[in-house]
């Protein structure tokens, strides 16, 4: 393999998971952070608007305003899209027609059922030529690697990537089969989930020492997680989706309670440890132990566990991650390490 330097790119770096990949990528040792691009701070030095990259990031590093059309016609071959849903496929058509690699990190990939899309976002998909060319990819449950030759990657979401990791092992193997409302899901995410803007809901005074639901019954997550919790189970799988905001400024906590169906903790543990054997950003914590936000901060581990409640005759399955960067930026420089045939943890241990 050549030593030379990939040159990759960052659209919408000035974001909370674009300064996150920033950081990673200024220092990842087999690429060269050649553009990083952000409408509102086009001229200004990263360093200065991001300060604490400082001694992490190139000192003249300097924002720019690249439309999709400069950025599909320069040198840089690795595009990362930071945006938000529907701005994303402005920056994907060109790139992708231009033979450019693409880690998407929006929506806009994600779902492949485009009525469901409509359903969720309000509005026909903006390149449905597209999605069928786009590969969702969670490293950890990836049957095979044809995935790596895929130039358009949709990089999944914070919450279905704290889900789907512990749930869909235990599908493929038939060891859950939940019925329709009968598989309860509450997640709680720091504030950074909900990106960087000014928005009263928000401020540091609304939002320390509270917390509070929102989204249910409607959050747009639910069409991605059911959507892979389907494909994975053969069958139509409904879950109840209940996210919650927690004062933290970072992080994901989820409980998944589903009928057990004479399935033991034991054989979960035992599932996970097959299915996730050469795993590194995996830990799978004992029975009884419960996985702490504190501990995957920064990170981009994902600690999982299980308990069997006999009274109840469920299963509570317990994750938790950091949502910038195994919930974002973290994974998605793991799924360039894999695609580009380096080894997996490269730039982020």
Known sequence: MSQSLIQVGIVGASGYTGEELVGILAQHPHVELAMVCSRSLAGKKVVDELPRLRGRVN??????????????????????????????????????????????????????????????????????????????????????????????????????????????????????????????????????GAGKKADVNYLFCERDGSMKAYGISNHRHIAEIEEQLSGAAGKAVVVQFNPHLAPMHRGISTTIVVPANGATAAQVENCWQKAFADKPFISILKSGDFPDTAHVAYSNQIEISVVADERTGNLIITSVIDNLLKGAGGQAVQILNLMMGWNETTGLR
Do not use: M
């Open 59 to 192: 000192a003249n590093l300097v924002f720019s305003a690249s439309s999709p059309q400069e950025c599909a016609a320069s040198a840089v071959g690795v595009w990362f899209l930071a945006l938000p849903h529907g701005v994303a496929t402005e920056y994907a058509q060109p790139l992708v027609a231009a033979g450019k690699k693409v880690l998407d990190l929006s929506a806009d990939f994600r779902l492949k059922d485009l009525q469901i899309y409509k359903k969720y976002y309000g509005h026909e998909h903006p390149a449905p030529q597209l999605t069928s060319q786009a590969k969702y990819v969670i490293p950890e449950l990836q049957l095979d690697d044809s995935w790596k030759k895929i130039s358009l990657v949709a990089c999944p979401g914070c919450y279905p990537t704290s889900i789907q990791i512990p749930v869909i092992p235990l599908l493929r193997a038939g060891l859950i089969k939940p019925e329709p409302g009968r598989c309860v899901i509450n997640s709680y995410s720091g504030v950074s």
